[in-house]
């Protein structure tokens, strides 16, 4: 039977004027080097002068630009050899200061390419609304130079009669205020791996190039040349994965208080993110103690590799970032349920990436078991199929949005029922999709393309929010009762 589908007037289109400013390193340590050194030949009337124009400038269109400057002149005299530094280097005026910070920044248009596959999930604050309205935050991914992804925002209200409001987006963009990584000691973590039995010679191989203290973002590297250079047997790959796992770190950034929801981007910041945030799947999870969390799950890509990764928030403006481990977090579009069930986390992923599979855990961050429970069924998603964001809970089961790749690379949804209490066995499955790219949607980036990284049930609906060829983004309606009874007499 078809399904109803009201697609929204409601269009997001990408914005060349919102824009971050950035560290820029050109060419090599001898030319930085090379910057810093006519700045510093600058007198200091040429200082005062040059330094009010790029104020005049760039003032307006970023907050507290000069603390940015100050952070990219510390960051590149940090990075200089100890005996290449200029004499007398804390001596330096604040205004020469920033004018080397100045050289090392770049603006980068975060969504000047694309702003799509967004996420949608119910604001923290409901207060002062309407009945029957929701505050909802979508997010987005931004696309710009270079095809670098990030991760933005919009907050809006979902009203009565499921007519979408957003919130005009903020003049400004902010990065966040701070930004913390996990350091660790080499020492002890040799010593944690002999704890393990782990003495393998490849442990010495990995540990070798890296300092006394690093980084996860560097023994990822390190891991990445071990393996791209020497030809590993399976029990020495295991070595490897488990120094993975035992390097569970994070880094954690906090935005300011004064800033809208629409002004923050969370742009790269690990080694292995390094070339995009991509595709984050956000859920509200309500633990069993009835404390909320926000998480998304995500694809770090750094231009070679990709690696799932875990981010929770309470509030949008603190964020705790790790990588998710284990030998089924693996490929792209991992999604967790809102809750557990029975006392255990569930995933739904596509970890050999094709097929969508289930998977149960009691460490949010190790997923070391997986069953299959769907497979390409129809021709419509012969080439691989995912989900589409979290399921969401029903009275009649978990209502799982799918995507499904078929001729000419083109990108449907559809929709599959789950066992509230089995989750793995499934109720109902659509055998045709519930939406497929029209002649408007088909054009952009990636022709024939539409995609979802989350949907939300209001009221006696299900909305929809679809990136359309991987350019824009959108909203769709479709009646939930319609929707459910469809699956359950398929």
């Given amino acids: 039977m078809a399904i109803t589908v009201n697609r929204k ?48 400038r760039f003032s307006g269109r970023h907050r507290n630009i000069t603390r940015i400057f100050e952070n990219h002149c510390a960051r590149i005299l940090n990075s200089l050899p100890e005996g290449e530094l200029p004499q007398d280097v804390e001596r330096l005026s604040e205004e020469r200061r920033m004018l080397i910070g100045s050289f090392f920044t770049m603006e980068y248009a975060i969504e000047s390419a694309a702003v799509y596959n967004p996420s949608i999930v119910e604001d923290p604050d409901q207060s002062d609304l309407q009945e029957g309205e929701k505050r909802i935050i979508v997010s987005f991914r931004a696309t710009g130079e270079g095809h670098i992804s990030s991760l ?14 957003l919130t005009p987006p903020g003049a400004l963009l902010d990065m966040p205020e701070t930004v913390n990584r996990h350091i660790y000691d080499k020492r002890e973590f040799l010593e944690k791996l002999a704890e393990m039995q782990i003495r393998k010679d490849v442990v010495h191989e990995v540990m070798g190039r890296l ?64 070339n995009g945030i991509e595709d984050a799947r956000f859920v509200r ?28 928030t309470q509030d949008f403006y603190h964020f705790k970032v790790m990588p998710l481990h284990g030998e089924y977090a693996q490929n792209k579009g991992m999604s967790l349920f809102p809750r557990r069930i029975d006392g255990k986390y569930v995933m ?75 989750p793995t066995r499934i109720i109902g499955r659509l055998k045709d999709p519930i939406l497929i790219p029209n002649e408007e949607e088909r054009e952009g980036y990636v022709p024939n393309v539409v995609y979802s990284c989350g949907c939300l049930i209001h009221g006696e609906e299900l909305i929809i929010p679809y990136g359309m060829a991987d350019y824009t983004s959108g909203f769709a309606i479709i009646p939930i009762e319609e929707l459910l009874d469809a699956l359950l007499s398929s």
């Avoid at 050109?26 to 510093?40: C, F, M």
Wanted: proline residues 3%; glycine residues 6%.
């Fill in 211 to 274: 300092g006394e203290r690093f980084i996860y973002g560097e023994l990822q590297a390190s891991i990445e040349e071990t393996l791209k250079n020497l030809d590993l047997s399976y029990t020495r790959r295991k070595v490897v994965q488990v120094i993975n796992w035992l390097a569970s770190s994070h880094y954690e950034v906090t935005f300011s208080r004064d800033t809208a929801i629409s002004e923050r981007v969370l742009f790269p910041v690990s080694y292995t993110e390094s």
């Fill in 9 to 56: 007037a409601l269009r997001l289109y990408p914005d060349a004027k919102r824009v971050i400013a950035r560290f820029y390193r050109p060419g090599y340590e001898d030319r930085a080097k090379s910057i810093v050194q006519r700045v510093l030949s600058l007198s200091e009337e040429d200082v005062q002068g040059d330094f009010q124009q790029v104020l005049r």
């Fill in 152 to 165: 933005v925002f919009r907050r809006g209200i979902v009203e009565r009669g499921n007519g979408i409001t």
């Fill in 348 to 422: 739904i992923s596509r970890c050999d990436g094709v097929n969508l599979y289930m998977m149960f855990s009691d460490n949010l961050n190790l997923w070391q078991n997986a069953q299959k429970i769907e497979e390409p069924k129809f021709p419509w998603e012969f080439v691989q199929i995912g989900n589409a964001g979290s399921p969401m809970e029903t009275e009649k089961g978990w209502l799982l949005i799918t995507h499904g790749v078929g001729p000419v690379r083109t990108y449907c949804l559809g929709a599959t029922l789950l066992d509230l209490n089995d």
């Fill in 285 to 312: 999870f309500k633990d069993e103690d009835g404390s909320v969390t926000y998480y998304a799950t995500y694809t770090a890509y750094n231009g070679f590799t990709i690696l799932p990764k875990l981010m929770e």
